[in-house]
């Protein structure tokens, strides 16, 4: 057991300092020791002093041995100090025997020491084969052409670190790129179509929302937009909260009323205004959230948050949402909360209604106006942390005059029919500015963005059709995307036109969302003339907007960014 001991101590990477202080002849105290295990193997040898220093080279070799296959160690318990302490307690050797021991002891600490060492050593080795940081030969270092990426707005450092340097060039100012753009990142930026030259594959939004891009256009351009939903939820869940709070009890009220009436009136004079702000206190009373009832509109990656929040501190919560995906209805908890189907039953039961839809114009534009307000308590708060359009501003100001509204309404959009009104508390737009939000939503564009130009791979696009084709493993045959209008046929034509210029095709995805459709296309074998078979395909079939080779990646002539693109709208 006290072999075994030693052993597993060896394997857990005991520091090498600690394990060369184990001689009879140091100084080091046992106590500085990282292992009470090992502690306990000192007392024991300087009370029962044996030769067992031959013993642990045998126990050594054999831990060489099973250091290949560290599962197969024996998982016994070691015994605590106390069992220890207990189990050799009866033990009493003669005095001539014990002094015997001692002097082969001594002549065995280099020998243990020895053993130590390797033990170590094996541990290290165990230790970096886990974490993977073994040495390795150094990556090959890639000096071809790179992929361009033009960014809007600063974005985070974690994001923009995911792209390998060398095989992605991102710059904020175009000049500071060797080529036109591949590709555009951006946050909050109001892009123009002058900014997208017919270079530009995909855009990424760091962000949820899409309505500072034109994306009717770049669908028409046949360039995938892509978002990442999800990436800033719980900062947004977190300024939900925040709202609800704000909603009842009067926080920004009396906080503006201590700085703005209290301190102006008693003149700064600080006995006078403690007196006074105990006095005020009444002016403000509001209620509490516990067991009111939570309206909400969208459970998608926010929404379903929001739902576990608000549940979480006693509130009671209806949900609604009529396109709920299954990843989406997994994320709820289950019949803690009830959903409908029918937007009034939020109307008339919510004393707060939040809102986590898109905006969709002439689907969710003015989602709540004057005929929805009419179904709702009077006393109802209203939170907007989605989009402004989605709360008819006149409708809830024309609330507020006629007194058919009571309550307040918190959002982080300003609206031009409530600007000053004293119910709108209106907050910077703060839902996803925080860092750990920007860095999600940075690393997740660029992952999107890095997946789609390296393979085709579309996810997260608002207006294209999620696509995935897994690469073949082992092939060194080409890839084709193609971009083309939804029209029936189209796939047949493709496919027929590759078959007669001899491309032999191995696996291949169509995919359509509204007028577009999407088409990745994998071959046996490589095109001898890529370019001419992309100019004879594009002439050939009307329908194509465009169409990229890729090969592999980094690797060979078709996989080097920048080649093999065709767009049918570049002038």
């Not at 909360?337 to 002439?362: C, N, Q, S, W």
């Not at 309550?407 to 925080?434: C, E, N, Q, W």
């Not at 696509?467 to 082992?474: D, G, H, S």
Request: a negative charge; proline letters at 5%; one cysteine or more.
């Amino acid at each position: 057991m006290l072999a075994r001991q030693c052993l597993l101590l060896g394997l857990r990477g005991i520091d090498r300092t600690a394990l060369c202080g184990t001689s009879t002849a140091s100084a080091t105290s046992t106590s500085e020791f990282s292992s009470p295990h090992f502690t306990e193997f000192i007392e024991y040898r300087e009370r029962f002093p044996h030769p067992i220093g031959t013993f642990f080279s045998m126990v050594a070799t054999a831990a060489q041995l099973r250091a290949v296959s560290p599962a197969a160690l024996p998982l016994q318990q070691l015994r605590t100090k106390t069992r220890f302490a207990l189990s050799i307690a009866h033990i009493t050797p003669s005095g001539s025997r014990c002094a015997a021991n001692k002097l082969r002891a001594v002549a065995s600490d280099a020998d243990e020491v020895s053993m130590l060492e390797k033990m170590l050593k094996i541990a290290k080795e165990r230790k970096e084969k886990e974490n993977g940081s073994a040495a390795s030969p150094p990556e090959t270092l890639y000096d071809g052409k790179g992929f361009t990426i033009k960014t809007f707005n600063a974005i985070s450092a974690v994001g923009l670190d995911k792209f390998p340097k060398g095989k992605y060039v991102v710059a904020g100012d175009v000049g500071d790129l060797p080529e036109a753009p591949m590709g555009i990142m951006l946050r909050s930026h109001k892009l123009q179509l002058d900014d997208v030259p017919p270079t530009v594959r995909g855009i990424v939004r760091c962000g949820a929302g899409t309505n500072n891009i034109p994306v009717k256009e770049m669908t028409e351009r046949g360039i995938p937009v892509f978002n990442t939903p999800g990436a800033n939820a719980n900062a947004v869940k977190e300024l939900v909260i925040c709202g609800l709070l704000l909603a009842s009890r009067g926080i920004i009220e009396g906080n503006n009323h201590v700085n703005t009436v209290i301190n102006t009136e008693e003149a700064g004079d600080y006995e006078r205004v403690s007196k006074r702000i105990e006095a005020d206190k009444s002016m403000f009373g509001g209620k509490e959230i516990e067991g009111k009832t939570l309206g909400v509109i969208g459970l998608g990656a926010i929404g379903s948050r929001v739902v576990s929040a608000a549940l979480a501190l006693g509130m009671n919560v209806i949900g609604y949402d009529p396109v709920l995906s299954l990843d989406a209805a997994l994320q709820l908890p289950g019949d803690r909360m009830r959903r409908v189907t029918d937007l009034d039953d939020i109307f008339a039961e919510a004393d707060y209604i939040t809102v986590h839809v898109p905006y969709i114009k002439g689907v969710t534009h003015h989602l709540i106006n004057s005929e929805a307000l009419s179904k709702c308590k009077s006393n109802v708060h209203l939170l907007n942390f989605a989009r402004g359009e989605i709360i008819d501003g006149a409708a809830v100001r024309s609330g507020y005059d006629t007194g058919l509204l009571t309550g307040k309404y918190i959002s982080d959009f300003s609206d031009p029919d409530l600007m000053g009104h004293p119910r709108h508390l209106v907050l910077p737009h703060l839902g996803a500015s925080t860092d750990e939000a920007e860095e999600n939503s940075a690393a997740m564009a660029a992952q999107t963005m890095m997946d789609f130009l390296e393979t085709g791979t579309i996810r997260n696009s608002v207006n294209f059709p999620t696509t995935i084709l897994a690469p073949q493993k082992n092939s060194s045959g080409a890839r084709l995307c193609i971009v083309n209008r939804n029209e029936p046929g189209a796939l047949g034509e493709i496919t027929t036109f590759l078959g007669s210029r001899g491309l032999n095709i191995s696996q291949q995805i169509n995919t359509s969302r509204g007028d577009i459709a999407y088409t990745v296309i994998d071959f046996t074998n490589q095109p001898e003339d890529a370019e001419a078979i992309q100019a004879e395909l594009a002439k050939n079939c009307s329908f194509i907007i465009s169409l990229r080779f890729l090969g592999m990646v980094f690797a060979d002539e078709l996989g080097e960014p920048g080649t093999y693109f065709y767009v049918s709208w570049a002038k």
